[in-house]
């Protein structure tokens, strides 16, 4: 059992940043890739970002794609979103994810940490 738990979000002005980070239990961290998503009100729940079990290895979604970087951080069981030149269209409530495998649904889910992003 991995709980997984985000802090980091609020309020930003456009052209700001902003950096999340998900913490999780367990001695697993390390077995597991790490995504982040986001939902948006009204809209389906998407992948911005997915880092590999060692961290050598990042993908993004377009539309974050030069402005957010994931990393992590396997001796504090940590993974990070530095989210830069934010614009409104990233106000979202931002999920953390650990994925046992590429392709796969995620296992756990954290609660979600909301981002708005004003103009």
């Known amino acids: 059992q991995v709980q997984l738990v985000e802090s980091g979000g609020g309020l930003a002005q456009a052209g700001g940043s902003l950096r999340l980070s998900c913490a999780a239990s367990g001695r697993t961290f390390s077995s597991y890739m790490m995504a982040w998503y986001r939902q948006a009100p009204g809209k389906e729940r998407d992948s911005v970002a997915t880092i590999s079990r060692s961290g050598a290895t990042t993908y993004y979604a377009h539309s974050v794609k030069g402005r957010f970087t994931i990393s992590r951080d396997n001796a504090k069981n940590t993974v990070y979103l530095q989210m830069n030149s934010l614009k409104p269209e990233d106000t979202a409530v931002y999920y953390c994810?650990?994925?046992?495998?590429?392709?796969?649904?995620?296992?756990?889910w954290g609660q979600g940490t909301q981002v708005t992003v004003s103009s």
């Open positions: 994810a650990a994925t046992s495998g590429v392709g796969r649904d995620p296992n756990y």
